[in-house]
């Protein structure tokens, strides 16, 4: 993720694999080393993309020599380059506004609903904007996990699971396994795509169904 210059890069990664820190020092390193650009931090809730922001702000405090802070609040940090890191919500009436954005980070997206989706993507600079999208799974829903899947798309790919990770020991990975849903294990821990434990039908069994040349059903009166 560090040094990825896709223009639009999708990380699919298991729970406590580093992926909040290292997408607060790549937000950081361009509001330092690229002036008069923003950075977006987009998140499900509002609280989440703060949580994101402290950890830019810690970055910052340890950073020899970085130009001084103009403005610094729970939601934004603006730096006397001109450049700024804003955290924002996962609400599409609340975060109209900006334009030609150089970086916009969605963390935990595969729970940003799509319309945020909608309005975040036409923010982003056209020339040299660049989307990293970052999540574990959510069951096979959503415009990530579309757009994770749909291998025609125009996307760099990343999957990090508990079996890459090196946070992760064969000890602690069967401590997690005992401890949680095989939705769970399935979705945040092994990053798969699969369907939440309450469905009636699988995903597959949906998309099949529907496939073209399948004869519908007659359900009795």
Not at 174 to 192: H, L, N
Request: a neutral charge; glycine letters at 8%.
């Amino acid at each position: 993720m560090l040094r990825s210059r896709a223009p639009r890069a999708l990380v699919r990664c298991a729970r406590q694999v580093g992926k909040t820190d290292t997408l607060s020092y790549k937000g950081l390193h361009v509001g330092v080393y690229e002036p008069g650009r923003d950075v977006l931090i987009v998140s499900p809730t509002q609280r989440q993309s703060d949580e994101m922001l402290q950890r830019v702000r810690a970055h910052y405090r340890a950073l020899a020599g970085a130009p001084r802070l103009v403005r610094d609040n729970a939601s934004e940090l603006g730096l006397a380059n001109g450049s700024r890191v804003v955290s924002l919500p996962g609400s599409e009436g609340g975060i109209r506004g900006f334009s030609a954005v150089r970086l916009l980070i969605v963390d935990e997206a595969s729970r940003v609903p799509d319309d945020v989706w909608a309005s975040v993507l036409p923010m982003v600079s056209a020339r040299d904007g660049q989307i990293i999208a970052a999540s574990t799974p959510w069951g096979d829903r959503g415009w990530w996990a579309a757009a994770f899947q749909d291998e025609g798309a125009d996307w760099e790919r990343t999957t990090v699971s508990v079996y890459e990770s090196a946070q992760y020991s064969p000890e602690r990975i069967a401590r997690t396994r005992a401890a949680v849903s095989s939705f769970v294990w399935a979705s945040d821990y092994e990053v798969r795509f699969a369907d939440v434990e309450s469905q009636a039908f699988g995903t597959e069994d949906v998309r099949r169904a529907f496939a073209p040349g399948v004869e519908p059903l007659e359900v009795a009166a």
